[in-house]
């Protein structure tokens, strides 16, 4: 059309009021909301998925629209219910971040993309997709805290619209929502969230315990109703005279919570006492403790079910008093009490945290929104996955974000009262590493409450914990057997890293020492060592260096880079059968030999006899005499060498050193061949040369070492030595 603009297409009724619908529900909770970037984000994401249906086929949009309006429930405002809207169009639809930066705003941008999946890349294994999925959800969620609460909002959509998927994809969903999700809504405080996903998630995994708990809840309804409406009236009666101004409400408890205590208390559905709740909520933090005292008079409490989370908050912010009560019929009825801006904070969690700090702010990021110990958890985690940490397992990964995102926290006391939250089971280490990462790796003891304790001893809340330390002190592999923390674990991994580092250049810079010496050559320098690098198809000259020291490479494979075969050909007499072993040239000294005292003397390589062994002289056509050990198989096996034999034994006052061959099978581990090694060399012993090789069907390393030894004495003090390191299972001479 010349000069005039398209006319826009017909809008549909029925998603018009759906529109409206959704924008007065974002209106009755903030007067803030823009109505304009939502409708434009409506429409665009109704066109975009407009011929799209899902497995169930009910139409696409309905998912995202539902989405949507949960983040309009948590008063995320409308840059966040807009990207809810349009949160599957860059993986469904095909539109691209930077489309959504221009035609809405960066912050709609960075939410989408934030949401979406890694797609365009493909992993070796779903645990490693689910864990680079849920690396980039932390990491983006460190720019803004909503891309979770988006991605909560659209996992509770998924979970119940369930029923048309196979029942393996319901089993696995299902699991990663009790296990990651659930636990995720709790730590951000999402409490109405949380038990949602629960319950729907409890549905998949335990259908027939499912069934029994609804079953049995679902007889006992009405009588249940009747029981919570004559409690909540007699304790609101109680308020009004006690002069509190409060709301008192009555709930069951939820199937999945149920279910759990029938578990951990091996009881049956009916057995459950506490099945109802009552929740007091109150203008101040005063009255809530005066309502305890109203509540306590009228009813008889359970005393060791007391929790006072007002004083002391959860991990993730929750605050309320907690009571249990015995009521007149003898049913047990759980109180929570609380102010109205608790109960915002334990239903909404970090959302309500959002609306209060940042909807004046517009703080958006998490460094942004205070120092709430509710997020410090998020910070300590973020910082160590943005350093690297947890890159390499995604088993690894998960296990520790499992372990200190979703498990509830303890509390404990510096000795200056300065308070610390750690996850369950904690020790006295990972309190150390809370405090400063410098405290853990020189920490050598700790105090609890005045009394010297294990560090590996776990804490209980209310401790006060004092840590001992001393300068030279470094962190231990086997801490690594109990700490908790991710931040204790990250840290103690990587120093021990940087220890083994020096000293597998260490070892690696005396193997090579040793290697060139041998043939006479001086070490080579960082030009040479660089061009070795690039032969070997390692990175640099510390890689070649850390590679012998590790094991990984030979101390002869990097000779023979820096000096090739053809290059030192005068050498190659050294890899004959019968070389000579001895490291000294004079070949008469060491051995005696009956008649024959001009003849030149070698020691078989196919035995490598030492002083100390029984020997035995055969006489060689134009080599001399070869020395062989008396139980030698080749002499055994070959009876025309019995002709040839001489008597020989050996010069008691002999110095020199012999090479013998040394093998070792141990089962791998991080360090093996550091410990072997320095077993080895504290024996005074010199390693010539060594490799090893791993053998698939018993799983073992195997060593194979060549030795100078003056006698079998020092040979088998080697023995004894190597076979007392952790995981060798033998060792013997070759």
């Known amino acids: 059309m010349s000069g005039e603009e398209a006319a826009a297409p017909p809008r549909d009724p029925a998603r018009a009021a759906e529109l409206a619908e959704l924008i007065a529900l974002a209106r009755r909770l903030s007067q803030q909301v823009g109505a304009e970037i939502i409708e434009r984000a409506f429409w665009r994401a109704e066109a975009a998925h407009a011929h799209q249906r899902r497995v169930s086929g009910e139409p696409y949009f309905s998912h995202v629209l539902a989405v949507a309006r949960t983040c309009a429930e948590l008063n995320l405002g409308s840059n966040a219910i807009a990207a809810a809207l349009l949160h599957d169009t860059v993986e469904d639809a095909g539109l691209s971040p930077e489309l959504l930066r221009e035609e809405f705003n960066p912050t709609v941008a960075l939410l989408v993309d934030g949401v979406s999946k890694i ?16 690396r980039k959800l932390l990491l983006h969620m460190s720019r803004d805290i909503r891309i979770l609460l988006i991605k909560l909002a659209d996992r509770l959509h998924n979970m119940s619209t369930l029923d048309s998927l196979r ?25 109405r969230v949380k038990w949602q996903l629960e ?50 409400e009555g709930r069951a408890k939820h199937l999945y919570s149920i279910w759990r205590k029938m578990q951990d208390q091996q009881l049956g559905a009916g057995e459950i006492l506490d099945l109802m709740a009552i929740r007091i909520i109150t203008e101040s933090v005063a009255e809530c403790y005066h309502a305890l005292g109203a509540v306590h008079t009228l009813f008889k409490p359970l005393p060791q079910r007391f929790k006072d989370y007002v004083a002391t908050p959860k991990r993730n912010g929750y605050q309320s008093l907690h009571t249990a009560v015995i009521g007149e019929d003898g049913r047990v009825f759980e109180i929570q009490i609380r102010t109205y801006q608790m109960h915002e904070i334990a239903e909404f969690g970090i959302a309500a945290h959002w609306r209060y700090k940042a909807g004046a702010s517009g703080a958006e990021k998490l460094e942004d929104l205070g120092t709430s110990r509710e997020l410090d958890f998020l910070r300590t985690f973020l910082d160590e996955l943005k350093g690297g940490e947890w890159s390499e397992d995604p088993s690894e990964f998960m296990a520790h974000l499992k372990i200190n995102l979703f498990q509830d926290g303890i509390f404990v006391f510096t000795p200056r009262g300065d308070l610390h939250i750690l996850p369950v089971g904690s020790t006295a280490l990972d309190f150390a590493y809370a405090i400063h990462t410098q405290v853990g790796d020189r920490c050598v003891g700790a105090k609890i409450d005045g009394r010297i304790v294990p560090l590996r001893r776990p804490l209980t809340s209310g401790e006060v914990v004092e840590i001992l330390t001393r300068k030279d002190a470094r962190p231990s592999r ?36 040793r290697e060139f010496k041998r043939h006479h050559k001086p070490y080579p320098d960082e030009k040479q060592l660089a061009a070795a690098a690039e032969a070997l198809g390692t990175e640099n000259a510390e890689h070649v260096v ?12 990097v000779f023979n880079r820096v000096y090739p075969p053809e290059e030192r050909e005068r050498e190659s007499h050294l890899f004959d059968e019968e070389r000579v072993t001895r490291v000294r040239h004079d070949a008469q000294r060491g051995v005696r030999v009956e008649g024959h005292g001009n003849l030149m003397i070698r020691f078989a390589g196919c035995c490598k006899p030492v002083p100390g062994d029984g020997i035995v002289g055969v006489v060689t056509r134009g080599r001399g005499i070869s020395v062989h050990r008396s139980d030698c198989l080749n002499l055994v096996q070959d009876p025309g060498l019995e002709e040839r034999r001489v008597a020989v034994e050996w010069d008691a006052g002999q110095s020199e050193t012999f090479l013998v061959g040394l093998e070792v099978s141990a089962q791998d581990r991080p360090n093996l061949l550091v410990d072997i090694t320095g077993k080895i060399s504290k024996t005074g012993t010199n390693i010539r040369s060594g490799s090893f090789d791993r053998d698939e069907r018993d799983m073992l390393n195997h060593f194979h070492f060549t030795l100078e030894v003056k006698n079998t004495e020092q040979l088998e003090e080697i023995l004894r030595q190597v076979k007392g390191v952790r995981g060798v299972q033998d060792a013997y001479r070759r």
């Open 119 to 134: 797609g365009a890349l493909r992993f070796e294994s779903a645990e490693r997709a689910q864990a680079e999925n849920f």
């Open 167 to 191: 029942a393996d994809k319901q089993e696995r969903i299902a699991r990663e929502t009790v296990e990651i999700y659930a636990p995720l809504a709790h730590r951000l405080g999402i409490g």
């Open 199 to 248: 319950d729907l998630a409890f549905k998949y995994l335990e259908p027939e315990a499912y069934a029994r708990v609804a079953e049995a809840m679902g007889m006992r309804r009405e009588s249940r109703e009747a029981l919570i409406a004559a409690m909540r009236d007699r304790i609101q009666a109680a308020m009004d005279e006690n002069g509190i101004e409060c709301a008192v």
């Open 478 to 513: 086997d801490w690594l057997g109990f700490v908790k923390t991710s931040k204790a674990v990250s840290r103690i991994k990587r120093r021990l890293r940087e220890s083994e580092l020096a000293q597998s250049l260490e070892l690696g810079r005396e193997l090579l020492e």
């Open 546 to 557: 850390e590679g012998v020291g590790r094991g990984n490479l030979s101390a002869a494979q």
